[in-house]
């Protein structure tokens, strides 16, 4: 750990020394405060800072950065402007886009805010920053026995990293329980019940960087997702089916020994702390035809709830996931058409879903969304908030003759954060809908004209 | 049935018939339709899975079929069973039920129907016998018109004893065998009415569909030739005779020898030879015949002498190499299976391994009850019906029924084979009772002229002109039965055509008083009714539990037992890709197809050796057996137990059988010491061994923590040792409702321990443990 610490500081000595940005100097941060929840696997960091232009020209923008371990793990950015007094506070959502610096140190990686509008010579704005970061949470001990509860580090900095100078700053973190093993201490820094305060610290060159570790005990589930494939099949005769493919696993420590069942069933407290059982997806409202199964068979351990805004569905893994387990199912649903397809004012149509996985707390390692649109539909095109791979495919489904458009969208470290809407776009003329039918009655048509054909030929040479 | 006799008054006979056709194929479709949904219980009350046991393989074979074509299917060795042996999949399976489930599941996603494999395996059986039921009308047609041949196959599609072999599901070979042996046989009797070489050939074709498909296609080879001599003996041969029977034994062993798995036994095994017997007795027959033909009787006379002189000679000879050659091999040429059917005690004798299957067992009276129900008494009836007059076609059902109701009381399993016949002859039995009785009601209100030329309409067909309407209620039987059989072995010799003449003059005299017709018929209706109900319930109740999954009706609703398979998942999701599972091997299928581990045995019990094995390291104490398991690399052991709920058919139950089979290879387990005074038992009384083998200390394995008493509700006793600890295993999953328990075998331990404890302790003990176990 020493030795950690030591790079870590060789790593600050490196930030210092080099040259700041041309750009960068005409912007200061007046005031940060941050408030990072490791209450759960995904960790959640609040940033307010107020920016300050002490430079000669307007600044259209400004940079958020972000330490190499944190960088890779990032799931997602979000920026506010905060407009306003007090009582009437308005949020400005603004664009945060991913980007390269030349001469970014020691792979530090950056984002860029765009403003509204330009901030002005001795202006400030005041920022709301979201940044959610998956896999930060690293066990140890890596292995751990049922009767033992999970410990996990988080490796932070205690001064927030950023390419502008910082004139004052505080950082809390809040741990899911009162049991914290030990934590870096960077004077002043205090612990209070579940919150450990760091700061407040004035005056910080940029790239400053001081490290911290925390460890302490988080029993939340750890569901992990490892690949989620999502089938969202649109048909024009009233649905909308969807297959959902999960492959789960348990993230945290991993399980080591025996698992006994005596103990598992009578002393639940202490006995598997951090393994889960139940998980819960929210489904949409009007929600049927539910199943969830796996590859051997029907899963009998769930529950469903409808309700006017959303739908719930309760369900067990078919044995409870101590860390390192893993388990894959299928959740299948239908929902109607008409609540999910519209028609767009150019006569294109277009399908309005929800991004992400429906299960509640858990991260998507691989997330891949397939559209499949009904057959015969062209032009297809899909709007999303954020970036993804994006991809078609054709697919054959019941008497498909042509194939199916399908849209592929995939994305990687995928939060619950990312359930927002998202459309696709095609074209599609509806005499296409009556194809299949069509084949089905010519087929029997021709059968029955076959058969009438062979009782009345008559193949004999010889007349009998 | 009934329906298609109701006769249309005032239009020709031709309309008559036109529309008797149209009623008679939808009345098939119907039953088609009955057939497929009386089996979809399984499905609707449980879910739509593959039950059981064999189902499992066939369905992984099926899985791989498909995902690899037919080539890689037939070189397929599996690794993954029969460790460290492997099994030569595509040579020792009948692939019949694979192949024509993963041809079903080809065709339908090459037109872009994307149903899954499971899906395709799950309803084969259904579709199946739907066919069935239309092959078992086409044989009863061929025996007697049309009218018996619906009544048999609306019986066949609901036959208990047959749904419990073909609810949806139960993807086994018994699914698609039954309608290839029927469909065989009709194909039989087709040719043996027409005589025509078509039909002889398309039989050779259906046996080899059957041959494919089932072992039980011995019981063909057998039966076929039996009729064939049969109807030599009695006279009765004819060149159409000759014709269904010599193409089939030539082209059907061809083909036979074809499958992998029959391969030369179609003509080194005893099972075939009575087919080869009857073949040269069949052309001895026809030479005879034919020579008759050329010859003057004096001529003939002489020839007689001279051939049956030297005939002889070259017969005992014959004979006697045959007899050397099947004495010099170890069993007779029969197979163990085969054996027992020839004489029942022979597996109880001889081979735990075929005894110990409850499916092997005889039949008890209420199984009879339970499986053909009502057909049990009708069944008599037909036997009758058919012989007035007795064809050659009567006479093969007859002798199939008898034959049938003889193997079906040495193997319960064989009801299967009863279930068919005693349908068609359950559905004579019924046609011709309704036949009598409408006549007569029909001649009561009617007069005379009009009820005779129904008659006449509706048993034309090309079945023989029978007296179809002539004889025989159900009462009276006994009188009857005598009179029939001796009538018809007087019709025998007279020309065709001479018994329905006389049948003709005999009608008027049967009609029945026109209350007890109706009586009659509605008792025979109640009757129908009766047995509808009870296949219903059998199809709903008794046989549809995929018994991979239990429920239990409790006051707080249903309560479902997923053990099995949440313990199949986790062996699939959480353990090595090649670790091996230990087992009984009752779950080898399973474990291979659902949680895809390689097992060390399976239920394919080709080796009864290695089986013997896992049965001695489960009887032995704790380390004796880690020895023998590690020594066959197993890392999971794998235990059913069900004394926490009350699950009857647990390992512990079977564990006797585990102790037999292993003990008959090696002899150091012996059955009495796992005895008290010859009764098995786990609790306080049970014998130290039965207290300290390795099954009994995985299935109770902390079981007293449960409730603190360790009661077991199956044995519904307090176990006998409650608290020990294990040193060579350790316990990494217990399902839900304990029903499956998976241990793990601890790494062997540090040598220089080992070496220091061997020198303080017992260094003679270990040596002998490791000289009992059979594979160091």
Redesign the interface.
Known sequence: MAARIGIFIVFVAVFLSIPAFSSAQDLQIVNAERRIDLSSHIVKAFLTVKVENIGKDPAAEMLLAFPPIQIKNLAMVQALAVTGKKKKKTYVPLDVKPTEQPDAPNDTGYFRVSFVSPLGPGETITLEVLYILTHSLEPFPVEITQSESQLVYYHDSAVILSPYHVKQQTTFVKTPSTRVESFTSIEPANRAGKEIKYGPYENHAPNSYTPVIIHFENNSPFAVVEELEREIEISHWGSLQITEHYKLTHGGARHKGVFSRVDYQSRRSVSGASSFNGLLAVLPPRVNSVYYRDDIGNISTSHLRTGFRKSELEFEPRYPLFGGWRATFIIGYRVPLEDYLFEASDGRRYLNFTFGCPLVETIVNKLTVKVVLPEGSKDPSAVLPFTVNQDLQVKYSYLDIVGRTVVVLQKDNVVPTHNVPFQVYYTFKPIYMLAEPFMLVSAFFFVFVATLAYVHIDLNIVRK | MAALESPQPGTTSAMRHAFGNVLSVLILVLIGVLAFSIRLFSVIK??S?IHEFDPYFNYRVTQFLSKNGIYEFWNWFDDRTWYPLGRVIGGTVYPGLTLTAGTIWWVLNS????LSVETVCVFTAPVFSAFASWATYLLTKEVKGSGAGLAAAALLAMVPSYISRSVAGSYDNEAVAIFALIYTFYLYIKTLNTGSLFYATLNAIAYFYMVCSWGGYTFIINLIPMHVLLCIVTGRYSPRLYIAYAPLVVLGTLLAALVPVVGFNAVLTSEHFASFLVFIIIHVVALVYYIKGILSPKMFKVAVTLVVSIGLVVCFLVVAILVALVASSPTGGWSGRSLSLLDPTYASKYIPIIASVSEHQPPTWPSYFMDINVLAFLVPAGIIACFSPLSDASSFVVLYIVMSVYFSGVMVRLMLVLAPAACIMSGIALSQAFDVFTGSIKYQLGGSSNSTDDAEDTSTSNAPKDDASASKTDKGEEIVKERSSKKGKKKEREPADKPSVKSKIKKKALVLPLEASIVALLLLIMLGAFYVIHCVWAAAEAYSAPS??LTSQSRDGLH?F?DF??????LS??TDVDDKVASWWDYGYQTTA?ANRTVIVDNNTWNNTHIATVGTAMSSPEKAAWEIFNSLDVKYVLVVFGGLIGYPSDDINKFLWMVRIGGGVFPHIKEADYLRDGQYRIDSEATPTMLNCLMYKLSYY?FV??DGKAYDRVRRTEIGKKNFKLTHF???????H?MVRIYKLKPARNRIRGRSKKKTSSGSKSSKSAKKNPWV
């Open positions: 449980y879910e899975v037109i872009n129907i994307p991979i999954v479902v997923d398979r949440e313990s199949y998942a986790w999701h959480n659902m902390r923590e449960t350790e316990e990494v999953f217990t399902s839900h304990w």
